[in-house]
């Protein structure tokens, strides 16, 4: 199960950190992965953590967002920096066990398991 936290108001500008713990596994050979949804929009791809090896970033987040895991903690975390109004969504994080190929990372179907959602509002 995945837990997911760290969601709230913030200005443009600002920052929040999402966290993402998980129960009953551990993170050590999952990818995780961070997906959001706005309002009236389908859930869109914004960072990977592969496994193997290799961060994933969609182009909007990248340079602002960083995704780190840490296995002893079994808790994922998303740290927003420079948060813009277009960032307001409800942020998921989803983990996939076993090998996540290249050209899977983006998809959401790719992943087994899905934390619950946090909502991230940011004012302009």
């Known amino acids: 199960q995945l837990q997911a936290s760290g969601g709230g108001l913030v200005q443009a500008g600002g920052s929040l950190r999402l966290s993402c713990a998980a129960s009953?596994?551990?993170?050590?050979?999952?990818?995780l992965g961070w997906f959001r949804q706005a309002p009236g929009k389908e859930r869109e791809f914004v960072s990977t953590?592969?496994?193997?090896?290799?961060?994933y970033y969609a182009g909007s987040v990248k340079g602002r967002f960083t995704i780190s895991k840490f296995d002893a903690e079994n808790t994922a975390y998303l740290q927003m920096n420079s948060l813009k109004p277009e960032d307001t969504a409800v942020y998921y994080c989803?983990?996939?066990?076993?090998?996540?190929?290249?050209?899977?990372?983006?998809?959401?179907?790719?992943?087994?398991?899905w934390g619950q959602g946090t909502l991230v509002t940011v004012s302009s």
């Open positions: 989803a983990a996939r066990d076993g090998r996540l190929i290249t050209s899977e990372v983006e998809r959401a179907g790719a992943y087994d398991y």
């Open positions: 009953g596994r551990t993170f050590a050979t999952y990818s």
């Open positions: 953590l592969r496994s193997t090896d290799g961060t």
